[in-house]
């Protein structure tokens, strides 16, 4: 597993946001401790991220024309920076190590700390039928936004409701969501990702994408699943097992072992 990684995504924080440096910083740590091979990414183009989103959206961001406490205004050039990092983990069948996310970015919004869609723009460069599995505890209703009634590509994902951004509750065409109850426990987690995963094969795709949340970990200051450590290793067999091609990028994770969650998964892969 190929560890798509460029440092500049370090460069900027916003005192005492949950969405930190750290986050990235901890699972490099442990990757590289681990003997995981790094190679670094590129900014995408404007062209690549237009596959995308509006005009009128990669204006905003290039202008930091947005306020915001949750979303603040960043440089374009770590959208961008994450954006291209991820179409690389994507080229190379690897694992986007990177931030800002992406799952909550619209064709034409931002919010939940995602201003690009990262795996989005991935998935439209590569052009190629598609499963996107967002395991992230929080729905990622930009991804389902920018995708609803493509035929091409079809969104699952499991995600804690009620919990920002209070979507997600019901499938639609090629989206199927699978809303989990605050408290769930680890085995009803893995009965119904198990259930998601036959939705995954039934599609047939060619590429999966996987947006990779470690927020569903029982020790989540953000949430309320309890995956523990080993079962983020369970899960990564899981997606193993489907013997598709797959490619992951990092979307939200805030606890202090996220390094470590991060490694049970990919050891698997
Ligand atoms: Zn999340």
Known sequence: MLIVYSPQCLEYEIPGHPESPGRVRRIHDVLKEKGFRFVSGAPAKEQDVLLVHTREHFEKVRGMNYPGIETPPIDIEYPLLAAGVTIKAAENLGFALTRPPGHHAGRDSLGGFCYFNNVAIAVKKLNRKTVILDIDVHHGQGT??????????????????????????????????????????????????????????????????????????????????????????????????????TFMALEGGYSDEIGELCWHFLRTL
Do not use: W
Not at 153 to 171: A, F, N, W
Not at 197 to 223: I, K, N, Q, W
């Open 144 to 245: 389902e936004e920018i995708f609803l009634g493509d035929e091409d590509v079809s969104y699952v994902s499991l995600h804690q409701s009620p919990l920002y951004p209070m979507t997600g509750l019901k499938s639609d065409r090629n989206c199927h969501n699978f809303p989990l109850l605050p408290g769930t426990d680890e085995k009803a987690y893995l009965k119904t990702l198990e259930k998601a995963l036959t939705t995954v094969e039934s599609f047939r795709p060619e590429l999966l994408a996987v947006s990779l949340g470690l927020d569903t970990f029982a020790e989540d200051p953000l949430a309320g699943q309890n995956v523990t450590k080993e079962g983020y290793g369970k899960i990564g067999k899981m997606i193993k097992e489907l013997g598709i091609p």
